[in-house]
């Protein structure tokens, strides 16, 4: 749950006024952590952050065009096989696949049938 910024300056000043943690989670109605957080963004930044910065994620372990190459090469392959290659979780491949749009299933022919 996003609190607004006068929550937290407001939480942050009753710490600086003499109040604990727990005092000002039950005063504001907010979690500890939460409160320790934004003590910590102040130290940090000298403020508190309207917006968080998101953009310093590690990079994926299974890069689009990797996975798209290996399964370009190799269509037939199981989800253990692209986990072994990629040397990750067979359920990081299946999730990087849905991220990426990739299909692996085959479509059935109905030629044929009648």
Not at 26 to 37: A, D, E, L, Q, T
Not at 86 to 94: A, E, G
Request: include cysteine.
């Amino acid at each position: 749950m996003a609190h607004a910024i006068q929550v937290r300056t407001r939480s942050v000043e009753l710490l600086n006024e003499g109040y604990s943690q727990e005092q000002v989670a039950k005063i504001m109605n907010v979690g500890v952590h939460s409160i320790r957080r934004w003590r910590d963004e102040i130290e940090q930044f000298g403020e508190i952050r309207y917006f968080y910065d998101s953009t310093n994620r590690e990079a994926s372990k299974l890069p689009e065009f990797e996975l798209k190459a290996f399964f370009a090469e190799n269509p037939d392959a199981l989800l253990k096989e692209a986990a072994a290659h990629f040397n990750c979780d067979p359920s990081s491949v299946f999730y990087a696949c849905e991220r990426y749009r990739i299909t692996y299933k085959k479509t059935k022919s109905l030629q044929g049938k009648k």
